[in-house]
């Protein structure tokens, strides 16, 4: 499957792209970037990038790179007078339709959830989960995600109870032709599974051996969800025990934290290694204790922008007291809003008083780390995926003067355009 502009294309051997205006490398610490680390962008000026087999080998001085003999035999991009950031990351929400309860609206059932104290909507039928469905709204999603140059996204997909249902979705998710490295499904589960009085099995291991063969070949692609609340009732020792056995070792995330209290939150967050994600807390002692936890949050950008001013300063607050916040869109197939955090640049710089590489650390350095993904992706430097944006643009922060939106003139993903501008200039005769 080729979803707007997404390439089934290999990477090309070697890949040189030259004398860029500006490389906003993003390079720090090897974790969450806090306080005075978020104002580095790390900006590198008529400066080069050698690609070698969709990773980057070398990143610095023009003429430096230009006079190495890997060079020589590589493609060349010419890249003056643009800027080149790393590729974008999102943590979107949910990825297919839903409709509650009754609806024949003709939406893909599901489950929502609603505000605090409300009860939950069961799905009425999940037999719309085919593999042409996740294949349209992926197609539909990505498509868009690609031309703002995303790189990565994270979709929720909530994980149904029903053996045969759950053997489906995770079979429809394996036979995708999508990008390697481009994706990954976040199973959310808005109650915890009834394990009973068994042997302590982790949660996979309880599947349909259909499901546990799928689940397996798919977890580097895999990552788990818990809505707060279904936490409520246990102690701190029972909590921690009934997440690990869900997540099993994947990347684990904790949503909707304003349906359970701040000191059960943050023990679960910290003692599981889990991500919380939501509105950062208001109350500046759960900050200080979130901080001190080294707890990490994601914050939703598309719900902070639609809520107003009051949560801009509790960005601020979050950060000005050292937690490791990320930024993602908070976009919603199931809800108004833009598939990318830049939209709220200008909110963000007006309320929560973000500069721009403020802006950029938080929504993709951060990011990349808070997805468990900073070994690979949301900077620019050897070793890293070779998956980057080029601006057409003088300078960086300029970016949130595009009504937020970053003028992409091309994207790569592992070294592979993901964008078809990219391709006319090539047929062009361009510098290639």
């Not at 035999?73 to 929400?93: C, H, T």
């Amino acid at each position: 499957m080729t979803a707007g502009g997404f390439s089934s294309a290999r990477p090309k051997d070697r890949l040189l792209i030259r004398g860029a205006r500006q490389i906003v490398t993003l390079q720090g610490p090897a974790r969450m970037r806090q306080g005075f680390e978020l104002r580095e962008a790390g900006v590198l000026r008529d400066a080069s990038i050698l690609v070698e087999g969709g990773l980057i080998t070398q990143v610095g001085n023009a003429r430096r790179l230009d006079n190495l003999k890997e060079a020589a035999k590589a493609r060349v991009m010419d890249a003056r007078n643009l800027v080149i950031v790393p590729g974008f990351l999102d943590a979107a929400q949910d990825l297919l339709p839903l409709a509650v309860s009754g609806d024949n609206g003709g939406g893909v059932p599901g489950e929502r959830e609603g505000p605090p104290g409300e009860p939950f909507e069961e799905p009425a039928d999940y037999s719309d989960h085919t593999l042409n469905t996740v294949a349209r709204a992926l197609e539909r999603e990505l498509g868009k995600l690609s031309r703002l140059g995303t790189a990565f996204a994270q979709f929720r997909l909530r994980f149904p109870k029903q053996p045969v249902l759950q053997s489906r979705i995770l079979r429809n998710l394996l036979q995708l032709d999508l990008p390697g490295g481009s994706f990954r499904a976040e199973l959310h589960f808005p109650r915890l599974p009834d394990f009973g009085a068994d042997d302590g099995a982790l949660f996979r291991q309880r599947l349909p051996a259909a499901a546990k063969g799928y689940w397996k070949r798919l977890e580097t692609s895999l990552a788990v969800s818990v809505r707060s609340a279904a936490l409520r009732d246990f102690h701190a020792p029972e909590r921690l025990h009934a997440l690990r056995r869900v997540h099993g070792g994947l990347p684990c995330f904790l949503t909707s934290p304003e349906t359970l209290d701040a000191e059960a939150l943050l023990s679960a967050g910290s003692g599981s290694a889990s991500t919380v994600i939501g509105l950062p807390p208001e109350r500046g002692e759960v900050r200080e204790a979130a901080a001190q936890l080294d707890v990490p949050w994601i914050v939703p950008g598309g719900e902070l922008g639609l809520a107003g001013g009051w949560q801009g300063q509790a960005l601020r607050g979050t950060l000005d007291c050292g937690m490791r916040v990320a930024l993602s869109s908070g976009y919603d197939v199931n809800r108004p809003g833009c598939a990318s955090p830049f939209a709220l640049a200008p909110i963000l710089r007006r309320e929560a008083g973000l500069e721009p590489a403020e802006i950029l650390q938080l929504s993709i350095a951060n990011l990349a780390y808070a997805l468990d993904l900073g070994h690979r992706l949301g900077s620019i430097q050897a070793g890293n995926d070779a998956s980057f944006s080029i601006l057409e643009c003088e300078d960086y922060r300029e970016i949130g003067r595009h009504l937020g939106l970053p003028p992409v003139l091309a994207s790569f993903r592992r070294g592979v355009p993901m964008e078809k501008r990219l391709r006319v200039r090539e047929e062009a005769g361009g510098d290639w």
